[in-house]
Nanobody, 121 residues
Framework: QVHLVESGGGLVQPGGSLRLSCQVS????????MGWYRQAPGKQRELVAV???????NSADSVKGRFTISEDKSKRTLFLQIRSLKPEDSAVYYC???????????????WGQGTQVTVSS
C-alpha cells in the first residue's frame, strides 16, 4: 500500500554529479522523518542525510559539503543532490520514510528498493 521508489542512480565519473529522488505513494496521513542511507558491498549500511520533522538536517561527515538533501512535501518526494562524487561514494542508496498511514495509527518506517550509484572512470 505504501511504496517508496528511488531513481536517479547510475554510472558516473569521479567529480560528476547526480540527483537522486524518492517518491512516496500510497494512503498516507502524515510523513515525518525522511532520509537516505547507503550501503557498499561488505560494509554496514550508513546514514547519509536525514530531514527530521521539525528538526535540523543531519548528514554524515563523509558527505558534508557535497551532498544536499531536500524535499518537496506537496509531491511527497525526497531528493539528494550529489556533487564532486568520489569512488568511495559508490553504493546502493536507500530512501526511507517514517510515516503514519492514519490519524490513529502509529509511525512506521518504510524503505525503497534502492538505487545503485557507481563512481568510476
Amino acid at each position: 500500500q505504501v511504496h517508496l521508489v528511488e531513481s536517479g542512480g547510475g554510472l558516473v565519473q569521479p567529480g560528476g554529479s547526480l540527483r537522486l529522488s524518492c517518491q512516496v505513494s500510497g494512503s498516507i496521513y502524515n510523513i515525518g522523518t525522511m532520509g537516505w542511507y547507503r550501503q557498499a558491498p561488505g560494509k554496514q549500511r550508513e546514514l547519509v542525510a536525514v530531514v527530521p520533522s521539525g528538526g535540523s538536517i543531519n548528514s554524515a561527515d563523509s558527505v558534508k559539503g557535497r551532498f544536499t538533501i531536500s524535499e518537496d512535501k506537496s509531491k511527497r518526494t525526497l531528493f539528494l543532490q550529489i556533487r564532486s562524487l568520489k569512488p568511495e561514494d559508490s553504493a546502493v542508496y536507500y530512501c526511507y520514510a517514517n510515516l503514519r498511514r492514519t490519524y490513529s495509527g502509529t509511525y512506521s518506517t518504510y524503505w525503497g528498493q534502492g538505487t545503485q550509484v557507481t563512481v568510476s572512470s
